[in-house]
Structures are given as C-alpha cells and as structure tokens.
C-alpha cells in the first residue's frame, strides 16, 4: 500500500517556475512507475509526465516537453516535477499517482489529494 502527498502548488504568473513535490509512505515505493496527471474545471484528468521505478526511463504529453521535468529520488520515496515557462493553460489540479508504467489513469493505483496550481497571464 502507498499513500501520496502532494505539495508545492501555488499561483505563479505566466513565464514563472513551480516545483511540485510528492511524499510517498510505504515500504515498496521504488517498484511503481509515478506519475503525474492535471485536471482543470470542467476537464477530464489528463496525464502530464511518468517516470519508471527502476532506470528512470521518462515519457511526457506533448505540451509540457522541453518546459516540465519528472524526476524521483526511491532514498527519499518523493517523486517532482519540476514546471517552468508556465502558462495559463496549465492552471489545474495536479495529482501524484503511483502504479504501472504508462499514460492512462487506469494504470495507476494509488493518487495524492492534489494540489492547485494557477497561472495568471
């Protein structure tokens, strides 16, 4: 069992930087992929970024490519992300998830409570 907890959003303006961080309880939190997904109002939740338990192999939506960074450290059991050039298009919910490597929220087990991120132009 893995329990996650989010944290690190904010309200940030256009061009600015957050560093969203997840806390992970439970022994076996290097053996899942983690990832991160978003949910504006109004929005289905969509995935952002994953990275796998065990070479730290990353894959992202294509929006975020060259501007956010997933990375993990399994001695800390904390998975970032870290976000710069923000837009206001990335304004949402962001939630850790932990589970199987891939893109769907289906693959994933276990999620975070979610933390606001807003974007003012």
């Known amino acids: 069992q893995v329990q996650l907890v989010e944290s690190g959003g904010g309200l940030v303006q256009a061009g600015g930087s957050l560093r969203l961080s997840c806390a992970a309880s439970?022994?076996?939190?290097?053996?899942?992929?983690m990832g991160w997904f978003r949910q504006a109002p109004g929005k289905e939740r969509e995935f952002v970024a994953v990275?796998?338990?065990?070479?730290?192999?990353?894959h992202y939506t294509d929006s975020v490519k060259g501007r956010f960074t997933i990375s993990r450290d399994n001695a800390k059991n904390t998975v970032y992300l870290e976000m710069n050039s923000l837009k206001p298009e990335d304004t949402a919910v962001y939630y850790c998830?932990?589970?199987?490597?891939?893109?769907?929220?289906?693959?994933?087990?276990?999620w975070g409570q979610g933390t606001q991120v807003t974007v003012s132009s």
């Open positions: 439970g022994r076996t939190f290097s053996s899942y992929a």
């Open positions: 998830a932990a589970g199987f490597l891939g893109t769907s929220p289906g693959a994933f087990d276990h």
């Open positions: 990275i796998s338990w065990k070479i730290g192999s990353t």
